[in-house]
C-alpha cells in the first residue's frame, strides 16, 4: 500500500487550487439550483468494483508485452487493488475470476482485510481448458453436445458459488464463449436448449440473496455464432431462470453504434439490469480504457441509471472490464474508475424536471440541450473534493507516479512471461 504520509503531503500542494475550483463550480451549479455538497455525498458513496484480471497487463491475439512488477497471484493482485482504492476511494470491491483466483477462503478474506477491499460478482470460467479437468471446452461449455462436459461446466460453477458464499459476494456471473465457427455447425435450437437445462441447473443453487448474472456478448470467442448473443436472448435468458437472474451489460460486447443505453432502459423497464462491465470499443470487443473513446455515451448509460434511481429493487452491480495492453494497468483502473464516477456525477446534475418537460413537448432540441449542459460541466472538483475528504488522493495518478509503488514491487514479484494473450 502507498504510505499516508505521501498522499497527505502531496495532497497538501493541490489542496488550495481544489479549494478554489470547487467553490466556483459550487456557485455555478447554485445558480442552476443543485447543491454541490449534496451530489459530492452522491459520488462519495460510489463504488465501482476492479476486475481481479485487469491489474495484469493485458494483451492481444498477436502479443502480450509484460509490464515491470506485474502480479504473479491473486494476493498481489488484492495488494494492487488495495493501492488503487486507497488512491481514488472510489473501488470498494475486487471481483474474482475463477480458477485464475481460486485460493482458501480464509486466506482471501484475510487478504481482503489487509487491503480495505470487499468481493464483488463471482466469475466462472468454462472458456479454457484448465490442466486437471477430464473435459475439453474447446466445442462448447453449458452448451455441448455432451452431457459430461455440462455437466464439468455446471459443476464448475457451483463451485464458484460455494467459494463466493465463503467470503461474502453475493452474485454469480456466467459467461460462456459457446458458439459456432460455421453456419450449420450447431442446431441452433438444441444447442440454445442445452444452455437453458445447464443455467437452469447453476440457477438452482443461487443463494437467495444472490443474483445470477449473464452476460451476452455478440462475437468472439465463436466467430459465427455465440450462443449468448445479444441483450433478446440475454432476456429470454433471465427471464427463463427467474427473479434472480439478470443480465450483465458489457458495454463492449455489441456491434458498433449500437443504441447501449436504450437497452438499457429497456432492461430497466422489465427489472433485469443486473449490472455492468464498463470499458470502451472503438470496433469490436476493444476492452479499451472507460470513458477513452466514448465518454458521451458513458454519460448517456448513466443517465438512464440515475433516471431509475429508487426505483423498487433496482441495484445494477458495477464494475470495470478492460483490458490495458500499453499503460500501467494500476493507473487505467483508477482513471477509468474516475472517468465512471465523472459519467454518474454528470449525470446526477441533469435537470430532469426540465427534460421531461422539453421530452413531452417536443422540443428535440431543448431536450437535447439539457442534457449537453450536464456533460460539459466540468465536475472534476467534486470527484476531486469527495477524493479528498475521504483521504484518498486529489490526483491519483500523479500520487501513484511519485510513490514508487510499481517499481518497489517489481523487486519482489517474478518477471512474467510474454506469452499468451489477455482477453477475457
Ligand atoms: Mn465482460
Redesign the pocket.
Known amino acids: 500500500m502507498i504510505k499516508t504520509d505521501h498522499i497527505s503531503a502531496a495532497n497538501a500542494q493541490a489542496e488550495t487550487a481544489l479549494r478554489t475550483d470547487y467553490d466556483a463550480l459550487g456557485e455555478q451549479l447554485d445558480r442552476r439550483g443543485i447543491d454541490i455538497a449534496a451530489i459530492k455525498a452522491q459520488v462519495s458513496d460510489y463504488g465501482v468494483a476492479i476486475p481481479s484480471w485487469g491489474t495484469g497487463t493485458g494483451g492481444t491475439r498477436f502479443a502480450r508485452f509484460p509490464g515491470a512488477g506485474e502480479p504473479a497471484n491473486i494476493f498481489d493482485k488484492m495488494d494492487d487493488c488495495g493501492v488503487i482504492h486507497q488512491l481514488t476511494g472510489a473501488t470498494p470491491k475486487v471481483s474474482l475470476h475463477i480458477p485464475w483466483d481460486d485460493a482458501p477462503a480464509a486466506d482471501l478474506l484475510a487478504k481482503a482485510e489487509e487491503t480495505n477491499l470487499a468481493f464483488d460478482a463471482m466469475n466462472s470460467n468454462t472458456f479454457q481448458d484448465q490442466p486437471d479437468q477430464a473435459h475439453s471446452y474447446k466445442y462448447g461449455s453449458l452448451s455441448h453436445t455432451d452431457k459430461a462436459v455440462r455437466q464439468q461446466a455446471i459443476e464448475h460453477n457451483l463451485y464458484c458459488i460455494e467459494l463466493g458464499q465463503k467470503i461474502g459476494s453475493e452474485a454469480l456471473t456466467v ?1 460462456v464463449g459457446d458458439g459456432s465457427n460455421f453456419p450449420g455447425q450447431a442446431h441452433f435450437i438444441r444447442q440454445f436448449d442445452r444452455y437453458l437445462d445447464s443455467a437452469k441447473e447453476v440457477y438452482a443453487a443461487i443463494p437467495d440473496d444472490w443474483r445470477l448474472l449473464t ?1 451476452h456478448k455478440i462475437f468472439e470467442p465463436a466467430f459465427y455464432s455465440t450462443v449468448v448473443q445479444d441483450w433478446g436472448t440475454n432476456y429470454l435468458i433471465a427471464t427463463e431462470l427467474g427473479d434472480r437472474a439478470q443480465c450483465l451489460v ?1 458495454l463492449g ?1 455489441h456491434a458498433p453504434n449500437v443504441n447501449i443505453e436504450m437497452i438499457v432502459a429497456r432492461l430497466i423497464r422489465f427489472g433485469k439490469l443486473g449490472g455492468f ?1 464498463f470499458n470502451d470499443s472503438k470496433y469490436g470487443d476493444d476492452d479499451l480504457d472507460t470513458g477513452s473513446i466514448n465518454p458521451y455515451q458513458l454519460f448517456l448509460v448513466f443517465n438512464e441509471l440515475v433516471d431509475a434511481a429508487g426505483t423498487l429493487g433496482f441495484n445494477p452491480a458495477h464494475m470495470l ?1 478492460q483490458s490495458h495492453n500499453v499503460t500501467d494497468p494500476i493507473e487505467s483502473l483508477m482513471s477509468s474508475a474516475i472517468e465512471v464516477q465523472r459519467a454518474y456525477a454528470q449525470a446526477l446534475i441533469v435537470d430532469r424536471d426540465a427534460l421531461s418537460g422539453f421530452q413531452d413537448g417536443n422540443d428535440a432540441l431543448m431536450a437535447s440541450e439539457t442534457l449537453k449542459q450536464a456533460y460539459r460541466t466540468d465536475v472534476e472538483p467534486i470527484l476531486a473534493m469527495a477524493r479528498f475528504e475521504k483521504g484518498s488522493a486529489i490526483n491519483p495518478v500523479a500520487t501513484y507516479r511519485a510513490s514508487g509503488y510499481r517499481a518497489q514491487v517489481a523487486e519482489t514479484r517474478p518477471v512474467s512471461s510474454g506469452a499468451g494473450g489477455g482477453i477475457v
Open positions: 459467461w452476460e458489457d460486447h462491465h472490464d
